[in-house]
């Protein structure tokens, strides 16, 4: 390990002081959320019957709380997170009794309990959130995200093309793009699933692909500031890495706006600027703190790039639908062509690069 030690005279004991506010991404750095347009798009909410997978999460609440201000029909919270789901529902509804229709507990794992709830609700709109999203405990755990990432969509997939949805928006990554990890690999698939059912409904099934979600749950801005709270070190994988970077409100209104202009088979991908490198960020937030935290460079972990990539080596990137989204084509992939050889492959904890070719 090496260390950086910022120029800073203050050393206040971090137990008497609070956690500073959480930046805004234009703060920390001068990033502002691009303009999708997405309100003259999305009255095709209006009126419709909407499910959000994952709506206990980041993303997936703030989705829910833009979909439920154009007035939907109906909206499905759907979570295993009792306590996500709660926090959702106070935040849409104005209270978390959870006694209501509006939240649904179920694990996508669990495919029967999703037929059943897609039979029921008859969603018209389904936006797919549900995932496991840190990458080096999936490289120690590759089975989960298999069973998560990959069957879990593929069993909201099938729930949704049983129950005759017209529009699927599946989230993703941009580590599904020339994937080096188990999450890559896993959202790559996911990605070549929805092509597939896109295929066979001739529905406007899509995926969307972003970077890093600023201050999403389990993400660098909230846990930079802890460490720093804490007194530090705050750690960095490598000095020179780099993320692209957008705010949780910016990266479902992209979410909201493939589900209007997407085509059936499609990846969206949001211009983001350009990538960040992380060093920055974290001496950017301790210099905001105004404290003396030290940095400490810890290697980049298995599976992990030093800078990210937005699209797949040989992919026709083409920019037609919006001047700050692009969309690009993934090979479809039959639920038939999935394999035990795909999960033994993860399970030996070998390249990936083949699951998602």
């Given amino acids: 390990m090496t260390t950086d030690t910022p120029?800073?005279?203050?050393?206040?004991?971090?137990?008497?002081?609070?956690?500073?506010?959480?930046?805004?991404?234009e703060e920390l750095l001068g990033h502002e959320d691009v303009d999708t347009g997405v309100h003259a798009v999305a009255g095709f909410l209006t009126g419709r019957r909407v499910l959000v997978t994952g709506a206990g999460g980041s993303i997936g609440s703030e989705l829910a709380r833009q979909i439920a201000a154009y007035g939907p029909a109906e909206l499905t919270l759907l979570d295993r997170d009792e306590t996500g789901l709660q926090q959702t529902q106070l935040s849409i509804a104005g209270h978390g009794l959870l006694d209501t229709r509006d939240v649904v507990l179920t694990d996508i794992r669990d495919r029967d309990s999703l037929v059943q709830v897609f039979a029921s609700r008859r969603p018209e709109i389904v936006f797919h959130a549900a995932a496991l999203k840190h990458l080096p405990l999936l490289e120690q755990y590759p089975a989960e995200g298999w069973k998560t990432n990959v069957l879990g969509t593929l069993n909201v997939l099938s729930a949704a093309r049983e129950a005759g949805v017209e529009r699927f928006v599946n989230v993703s990554t941009d580590k599904a793009a020339n994937p080096t990890s188990t999450l890559g690999a896993t959202k790559r698939l996911a990605e070549r699933l929805t092509a597939w059912f896109a295929e066979?409904?001739?529905?406007?099934?899509?995926?969307?692909?972003f970077g890093n979600v600023f201050g999403s749950r389990g993400s660098i801005v909230p846990v930079f500031q802890e460490l720093i709270a804490r007194g530090g070190p705050v750690t960095v994988t490598?000095?020179?890495a780099t993320r692209y970077f957008m705010s949780i409100p910016e990266a479902c209104h992209l979410v909201v706006q493939a589900a209007a202009i997407g085509s059936p088979g499609q990846v969206l991908l949001l211009d983001m600027g350009e990538p960040v490198r992380i060093l920055d960020v974290a001496r950017r937030l301790i210099a905001r703190s105004g404290r003396s935290v030290d940095i400490v460079y810890t290697g980049l972990r298995p599976g992990e790039k030093l800078h990210e990539e937005l699209?797949?080596?040989?992919?026709?990137v083409q920019r037609s639908l919006h001047p700050k989204i692009s969309h690009a084509r993934v090979p479809a992939l039959s639920p038939d062509e999935l394999s035990t050889d795909m999960l033994a492959e993860a399970l030996t904890a070998e390249p990936l690069s083949a699951l998602a070719s």
């Fill in 311 to 316: 699209s797949n080596c040989g992919d026709t």
């Fill in 7 to 25: 120029a800073c005279s203050c050393s206040t004991p971090s137990s008497d002081r609070a956690v500073p506010l959480p930046p805004t991404l």
């Fill in 200 to 209: 066979q409904t001739s529905e406007q099934y899509v995926s969307v692909r």
């Fill in 238 to 240: 490598h000095p020179d």
